[in-house]
Nanobody, 122 residues
Framework: QVQLVESGGGLVQAGGSLRLSCAAS????????MGWFRQAPGKEREFVAFISGSGAITDYADSVKGRFTISRDNAKNTVYLQMNSLKPEDTAVYCC???????????????WGQGTQVTVSS
């Protein structure tokens, strides 16, 4: 069982930056692929980024590529999402997820955090 707790969300102006953190419980954190997903009001949840257990493999949604960076520190059981050049359309609840497969499909992730709100003002 893995428990995930996100932090770092908030209100920021367009063009600004935020760094989200996702702290995980358990001693097997490094064996899990980690993903970030987001859901805006009235929209479906969408993939943002994922990272392999070792951190060697990452991928991003086209909408955030070049602006967001996912990373992890397995010694701290934490995954990060650095978000730069934020846009109003990035406004959403951001959730981290842990799973055994490195995929963009949310259904394949086993464990989820409660989410953190990111609001980007224009």
């Amino acid at each position: 069982q893995v428990q995930l707790v996100e932090s770092g969300g908030g209100l920021v102006q367009a063009g600004g930056s935020l760094r989200l953190s996702c702290a995980a419980s358990g001693r097997t954190f490094g064996s899990y692929a980690m993903g970030w997903f987001r859901q805006a009001p009235g929209k479906e949840r969408e993939f943002v980024a994922f990272i392999s257990g070792s951190g060697a493999i990452t991928d991003y949604a086209d909408s955030v590529k070049g602006r967001f960076t996912i990373s992890r520190d397995n010694a701290k059981n934490t995954v990060y999402l650095q978000m730069n050049s934020l846009k109003p359309e990035d406004t959403a609840v951001y959730c981290c997820a842990a799973g055994r497969r490195l995929v963009v499909v949310a259904d394949f992730y086993e464990f989820w955090g409660q989410g953190t709100q990111v609001t980007v003002s224009s």
